[in-house]
């Protein structure tokens, strides 16, 4: 009788030790992936509701048509629209070479006085493709057109 209930004990003990194991794990896992996730915003939901300056996000739309500028060094400014609103973006770096205007885009980075501060950007690669989350804010704006059309 006496090693039925140290048996007892000792797999609920275990069973407990790893319940906590496992939530300690999946706490660890949530706290490292937190930076990794950005999420994603269009011109219009940043210029409503301005994410805070330390927030880092991804947003996309289309290049402004005559906001291309490129200013000293490797600095680089434009503006990004959904067609019902625009964003000015602030880059420094290497544009892709699909990257121009009136052509989809997405870039990373954060949102500081009124400008997005883009770490990185990316262009659509082919006649073809645009982020599914790009294609969606400019269908909500109504400016979306198919390809090819």
């Not at 194991?21 to 269009?42: E, H, K, P, Q, W």
């Not at 805070?52 to 005559?66: C, K, M, S, Y």
């Not at 680089?76 to 052509?103: C, H, K, M, W």
């Amino acid at each position: 009788m006496a090693l039925k209930s140290l048996k007892k004990k000792r797999r609920i003990q275990i069973v407990a030790l790893a319940a906590v194991a496992l939530v300690i794990s999946t706490g660890l896992i949530g706290y490292a992936m937190r930076d990794g996730i950005n999420f994603f915003r269009s011109p219009s939901q940043v210029t409503d509701a301005p994410p805070a300056p330390n927030e880092v996000f991804r947003i996309g739309g289309l290049v402004e048509e005559g906001s291309l500028e490129r200013g000293q060094g490797m600095q680089i400014r434009f503006r990004v629209t959904d067609g019902g609103a625009s964003v000015p973006v602030v880059y420094s770096g290497v544009l892709p070479d699909l990257f121009e205007e009136n052509q989809g885009m997405v870039g990373t980075g954060s949102f500081v006085n009124g400008t997005f501060e883009a770490t990185e950007i990316l262009a659509k690669h082919d006649e073809t493709y645009m982020p599914k989350e790009v294609v969606d804010a400019l269908k909500e704006q109504g400016v979306y057109q198919e390809p090819g059309s």
